[in-house]
């Protein structure tokens, strides 16, 4: 889900967000708070506007501003909007995690498979996920304002003599992308914790995400996200090492044979860099990533 408004801004806009994560950070304390109020369904819709309509302020104000210099300071200005984000929240919210529960509706399990319960939220998550992913798929693709979008982005020049507003369009994009980031902070927050580092936390593998799907490619950010989780998951399950698999092949491996500390890392404890070493590997094989198009 963060991927894919990530995705959204940088296939349409060439900006590369670095503050993106940050509005997801927002959109799970502003459902708290809003969810304090007026419950959690409000807030399911009520924090992503709040948090889009603050990225569309922020492009319009700030990053439009740079846009004419280049990526250096679009990626500069993103940079220094996330620690803005992470100062402001701690003024407001605390340094401390917040009681940002799950809704009596999303608790306890959904189903239960070979004595394992898989919870309503995660199923919740799954749900909303793959409506995001379609919706804004037939946006982008079955509709006059997506076709709007995407010929702003080859083709300024010819959409703004046909009567349209590109930075407007602009504008909205950005908006839309941080939207999508708060929707996914108002379920991420409650199902696992909502804190100042929630952001930093989930920063670097969205980034992964991206470039190993493609950049610009929504249906490659959702077969990385899908590979990567299962990749992550069943890794953690594993615990096997190069060792005892040379030694089931009938070699020999002492304290003494070089690199046997490496040797004796099982899959599990090395489950949280797989995902950069199958970053590294998409980098050298297929910079494009896995569905993204060539240039040209």
Sequence with gaps: ???????????????LNFAHTSFYMLGAYFAYTISGVLGFWPAL????LLVGALGALFERYSLRRVHKFGHVPELLVTFGLSYLILELVQLVWGRATVPYGLPPQLQGPLFTLFGTQFPKSRSFIMLLALLMLVSVWLLLTRTRIGLVIQAALTHPETVEALGHNVPRVFMLVFG??????ALAGVIGGNT???????A??????VFVVVVVGGMGSLAGAFLASLLIGVLQTFAVAIDESLASGLQALGVAVTASTPGYDLLQLTVAQIAPILPYLLLVLILIFRPKGLLGKREG
Excluded at 8 to 13: D, G, P
Excluded at 176 to 181: N, R, S, V
Excluded at 192 to 198: C, D, L, Q, S
């Design 1 to 15: 889900m963060l991927s894919s408004g990530l995705t959204l801004i940088f296939s349409m806009m060439g900006v």
């Design 45 to 48: 819709v009520v924090a992503p």
């Design 176 to 181: 839309g992308g941080a939207a999508l980031a």
């Design 200 to 205: 930093g936390a989930v920063g670097s593998i």
């Design 192 to 198: 696992y914790v909502t804190e100042p580092a929630m």
